[in-house]
Structure formats: structure tokens, C-alpha cells
């Protein structure tokens, strides 16, 4: 997850939602790396966890993981829940959980759920602080680079009236 980390801060540096992802196959090699490219490619389906596991099946030339495991920075949403549960992905771990929109625990769980036709192993909290931590700094000088104009100072108030 350290390692996971130091990739989604290079890329949270180049403007991308700093998270990454990995899939180690049944052995533990790292077969499919990925990191957020929605801004980069402009696609929205582009987060780390389908990056990484585009690259795992190229590899391994199957779409089928059952006795892989994914390794995430945080909690995956509901289309990369689902996107792993249709990869029939054997285990997932992840750092940070995401209550709001987080699929495997968070505001619902996809790999639980009765209608999953397969159920995989979820660990969450794996170096959550860090990988929490990591997430709200990045989104929080986001808000400030917003807030300020490109001179670096503060913006003017609106003229009343």
C-alpha cells in the first residue's frame, strides 16, 4: 500500500485524483498497475482500479481473476465494484473507505449483495490514515487553487450593488 501511495501522489501532481491501484496475481506479482486517467484521457471510465485490471487481462489474456487480488488506495465505487465482481476478482483490499459512494462497504457493499452471481474477500482499512490523509489534502488545496485567482492572491470581493 506504501508503494501504492507514492504513485498516487505523482499523480495527484499531475491533477488526476491521487489513487492507484494494483493486481497481484495468484503468486503475488504485480500483473496490472493503475492509476485515475479521467482528466489525462478524458474518459470516465478511466479510474485506477479498471486501468489496472485493462492491463492485468492483456497480460494474463483471460478476464477471469478468481485468485487474484486487487490492491486499491480507496474504497472502489460502484462501477469498479461491479467491474470486479464481473472480473470475478478473488480478493480486494483497499486503504481509505469512501461512506459516500464506497461499493464494497461504504454506501453499499456489490460483493455481499444477493444478486452478485460472485462474491469476493474484502479487507478494508489497509493504511486508511494514510491513504485518507493523502485524498483530503489533495482535495482541499484543489479548493483553494479554485478559490484563488491565477496571481496567487486572493480574490477581490463583488462590487455591492
Do not use: Y
Not at 103 to 110: D, F, K, P, R, T
Not at 119 to 125: A, E, L, N, Q, R
Amino acid at each position: 500500500m506504501g508503494r501504492l501511495l507514492r504513485r498516487a501522489e505523482r499523480v495527484g501532481e499531475a491533477g488526476e485524483i491521487p489513487v492507484a491501484a494494483v493486481v497481484l496475481d495468484e503468486r503475488g506479482r504485480a500483473i496490472g498497475w493503475g492509476s485515475n486517467r479521467r482528466e489525462r484521457d478524458q474518459q470516465p471510465l478511466a479510474h485506477a482500479e479498471l486501468v489496472a485490471l485493462q492491463q492485468a487481462a492483456r497480460l494474463r489474456q483471460d478476464w477471469r481473476f478468481n485468485g487474484c487480488t486487487l490492491l486499491v488506495t480507496l474504497e472502489p465505487c460502484p462501477m469498479c465494484a461491479g467491474a470486479l465482481v464481473q472480473a470475478r476478482m478473488g480478493r480486494v483490499v483497499f486503504g481509505a473507505a469512501d461512506p459516500k459512494r464506497g461499493a464494497l462497504g461504504g454506501c453499499l457493499n456489490l460483493a455481499a449483495d444477493a444478486s452478485a452471481h460472485h462474491h469476493m474477500v474484502v479487507t478494508g482499512g489497509v493504511l486508511s490514515e494514510a491513504c485518507g490523509a493523502q485524498l483530503e489534502g489533495w482535495f482541499r488545496r484543489r479548493r483553494r487553487q479554485r478559490r484563488e485567482p491565477p496571481s496567487g492572491r486572493p480574490a477581490a470581493p463583488a462590487p455591492a450593488g
